[in-house]
């Protein structure tokens, strides 16, 4: 009789550690320097750039976009940015949701409450409108390119789950009066820029129904696969894919129906497109522009040798889905199409390729999205006083030799 081998053990620790691994897991003289064990494999940990509080909790994290691999940014590299104070964290318990204003029905929904309207799950890229803020300055001639590591760190891509905004709404009953949800959050501060005397109040936003009863705007309890951790806006946040990731307020604790735009501090002070504060055609910052980014080759890359490379990077429009991308080697004079990585959605940002048979010489990369409303990344930032929203194409020189 023939004993078979048990499945486990072929498959299991010892059959899938490499021979530079010793049998207790510490690594051999023979082990590349640069890696670590993780299950019995090399890994090479990515880590973020992140800011502490003074009692040693991590206040902001900032995402080494530039090292990532696939769609999905790791929960604890996902970017995090707020304008107040962290709020004490919260109990799901007691923690409760009210929905008033231009409602039939107001409603006080508890955590429960909240997970038991039909779940969705939506994949979206996030970025904070104040992302590449310095490369106005380099467009404008005032100063060297910025980093890409530096620059693109405060862009992540996340699946969230929760239930659709829309069906909380449609539980209360809205009035035919309602145009706009405000939405406030538990983080309570008062801007720097604030005119003296201004008492503190709660971070808020006011979206417009439209955007509110879009199926993918979601009140959030999950993010990748887990549920919400503190620093990402637990028990309860809002989502808003597409939009800049200030409408995406966390933390949430009221929704107010309202007959009007609200006056929300952070609307026309500070993420709007203007030439001053005084600007009377001030407009309000929403959608994120249609960008791309090169990663490979990177920032440490200087010099590559004769032949073949893969250029790659991504690409994202909060107006649609990325249905092109091109590639310049020669500062914009033309342009070569690039091979679109599955797989493609709505909101998600879009890997590409572009294979580069490369000669001799000193040249100009650069890279230029197309999303499905037609879209087309610009050569020229939209300029504002505000440095927000940036989008425009950026080159990086390299050299084959």
């Excluded at 048990?6 to 691994?21: H, K």
């Excluded at 952070?266 to 407009?283: A, I, R, V």
């Excluded at 032949?307 to 080697?329: E, F, L, M, N, P």
Aim: hydrophobic share 35%; charged share 25%.
């Amino acid at each position: 009789m023939t004993t078979q081998q048990n499945p486990s053990q072929a498959s299991g620790d010892d059959a899938a550690r490499p021979d530079f691994l010793e049998m207790d897991g510490s690594q051999s003289s023979d082990a590349p320097a640069d890696t670590d064990s993780w299950y019995g494999w090399p890994h090479r940990k990515v880590e973020p750039v992140t800011l502490q509080r003074p009692d040693g909790k991590t206040e902001r994290v900032r995402t080494p976009v530039m090292e990532l691999e696939g769609l999905i940014t790791p929960t604890e590299l996902h970017y995090v940015v707020q304008h107040f104070g962290i709020p004490e964290t919260m109990r799901a318990a007691d923690w409760s949701l009210s929905v008033d204003g231009e409602v039939k029905k107001p409603l006080r929904l508890s955590y429960d409450d909240v997970r038991r309207f039909p779940s969705r799950s939506v994949r979206t890229v996030m970025e904070c409108s104040g992302s590449d803020a310095t490369y106005f300055e380099y467009f404008k001639g005032e100063g060297p390119r910025p980093s890409r590591t530096q620059e693109r760190m405060i862009l992540s891509g996340s699946e969230w789950t929760g239930v659709p905004l829309a069906a909380v709404l449609n539980e209360a009953g809205l009035t035919g009066r309602a145009t706009h949800i405000r939405a406030e959050g538990w983080d309570e501060g008062v801007p720097a820029t604030a005119a003296e005397g201004t008492e503190p109040f709660f971070y808020d936003k006011g979206l417009p129904i439209q955007k509110a009863l879009h199926p993918d705007t979601i009140l959030a309890y999950a993010q990748n696969g887990q549920v919400l951790e503190h620093l990402h806006g637990a028990p309860i946040r809002l989502l808003v894919p597409g939009w800049s990731g200030n409408w995406s307020v966390k933390w949430l604790r009221r929704l107010e129906v309202l007959d009007h735009e609200p006056d929300c501090w952070y609307h026309y002070n500070f993420y709007y497109y203007g030439d001053s504060p005084d600007d009377p055609n001030k407009e309000l910052i929403t959608t994120i522009g249609v960008k791309s980014l090169v990663s490979q080759p990177s920032d440490d890359t200087r010099t590559l040798p004769v032949g073949k490379h893969v250029v790659r990077g991504y690409a994202w429009s909060g107006g649609g889905a990325i249905t092109q991308v091109d590639v310049s080697v020669d500062g914009g004079r033309s342009w070569q199409p690039a091979r679109l990585e599955e797989p493609a959605e709505r909101w998600m940002w879009r890997r590409w390729s572009w294979v580069w048979d490369a000669a001799p010489g000193d040249y100009t990369v650069m890279s230029r999205a197309t999303d499905s409303v037609g879209n087309v990344q610009s050569h020229e930032p939209r300029y504002n006083n505000m440095r927000k929203n940036f989008s425009a194409i950026v080159g990086y020189d390299i050299t084959i030799a």
